[in-house]
Nanobody, 120 residues
Framework: QVQLVESGGGLVQAGGSLRLSCAASRSAFSINSMGWYRQAPGKQREMVAAITSGGSTNYADSVKGRFTISRDNSKNTVYLQMNSLKPEDTGVYYC??????????????WGQGTQVTVSS
């Protein structure tokens, strides 16, 4: 089991910034991928950003240039810095961690979610 504790969500005006944090209960050195997903009301959950243990990152087109994902393995934590926020960024943001062995997914855990609301 891996417990994930998220923090940093809230209400912000358009153009503002927020920083999300997600702390894992297991050493991040054993986690291949750490990422953030979001789900807006009435929509499917979508990937926002992910980062591998080697530091490679992947972003949704809608957030490129505005969001930055990073991880601190010494703190077992992944961060999402969100700048120039737009109302369409509103949703529940979920932390996700995965460990793979080759093509086999060993585990896949989700945080409880944190609400981000961007007002226009």
């Amino acid at each position: 089991q891996v417990q994930l504790v998220e923090s940093g969500g809230g209400l912000v005006q358009a153009g503002g910034s927020l920083r999300l944090s997600c702390a894992a209960s297991r050493s991040a050195f054993s986690i291949n991928s750490m990422g953030w997903y979001r789900q807006a009301p009435g929509k499917q959950r979508e990937m926002v950003a992910a980062i591998t243990s080697g530091g490679s990152t992947n972003y949704a087109d809608s957030v490129k240039g505005r969001f930055t994902i990073s991880r601190d393995n010494s703190k077992n934590t992944v961060y999402l810095q969100m700048n120039s926020l737009k109302p369409e960024d509103t949703g529940v943001y979920y932390c996700n961690v995965q460990r793979w062995r080759g093509t086999s997914l060993l585990y896949d855990y989700w945080g409880q979610g944190t609400q981000v609301t961007v007002s226009s």
